[in-house]
């Protein structure tokens, strides 16, 4: 298990180390030569260097270091309602000491005007937005409801790290939030199915609000039609929506991600498609799946243009991956 989970983390490390690199190293070089100016040896303005850059990067990334957790993190509930959110909560307190010394006239007022607009706008921005236009560039997609759509999820999101990120009351606010939204969507939907709103109630905590969308997944594999009649008729195949389905309890109820496992089968199986692009598969290995790069529904379109027995498996995987989104 060790060996696989260190695997497992090899493409985070890659990254990581690429940001270290390119982003740590300018900082690092700077910071060096306004040592050499302040008088420092070579071998001292390395060291006190390398030391501010520690710091500055434990004071805004995740750090486990006891003086970097809040008692709020560290308690009990904290664990359960807070768990994933040590970046947000680092930014808020970022966010919170520079107002709070601007307020009362500590430090230079540029520099805390700079961390307020950065830490609680701009990076949560950059962050949430990124993605949503690569994927805009990507499908060249001109609807004006989908981009109305993209810019509401942009300021969704950036606006549960800012309400995550102030602590338990602040997770409980976008959980109420989040689930009042829900049930407006459902309410326009034409069959409401008021199961996800009790879902999402349980956002106030990741972990069991991961666990329970799993098992509902899996649940529905067994209750759609469609679906129910997969399980039987695609025998031992990845279009069998019963492999994911069992993943999905083996990972609720033991943290083992076999769920993943068979997610990640059927995308490299789909990246090694000859109709595949270049770039989706690329995607696929990196993790996006077939929904999120729009590929069902545009598979969906060419099967009912050009092949008429294709049609009922494309839906069918259209189907599988809306309730695995869920």
Known sequence: ????LKFGFTPT????????ASGGATFYRNRINKYLKEGLSQQEAEQKAFTDFQEIAEETQQSARPDRISSQQAS????LILAFGNTPMQYARLTKKATLDLINGRGDWKTNISKIMYYSVI??????????????????????DKEK?????????SLDTLLRGAGVYGAAAATVKNMILEIIDQQ?????DYTEAVISATAISPPINSKLRKL????KTFTYKQSKEKVFTEGFSLENPAFLAGGQIISAATNLPADRVVLKADHIKTAMQSETELWQAIALSLGWSEWDLNMIEKQTKKSKKFDPRNTNRNINRGLKRK???R
């Not at 326009?188 to 409401?192: A, D, T, V, Y």
């Not at 509902?216 to 649940?219: D, K, L, M, P, V």
Request: hydrophobic share 40%; aromatic share 8%.
């Open 1 to 4: 298990m060790s060996a696989i």
């Open 13 to 20: 490390q890659i990254a990581d180390s690429f940001a270290i």
């Open 76 to 79: 009990s509930l904290g664990r």
């Open 123 to 144: 990076q949560n921005i950059i962050f949430s937005a990124l993605q949503q236009g690569l994927f805009a560039l990507l499908f060249d997609d001109e609807d004006d």
């Open 149 to 157: 759509s993209r810019l509401f999820r942009i300021g969704n999101s």
């Open 188 to 192: 326009k939907s034409g069959r409401p």
């Open 216 to 219: 509902n997944s899996a649940g």
């Open 323 to 325: 309730k695995v989104k």
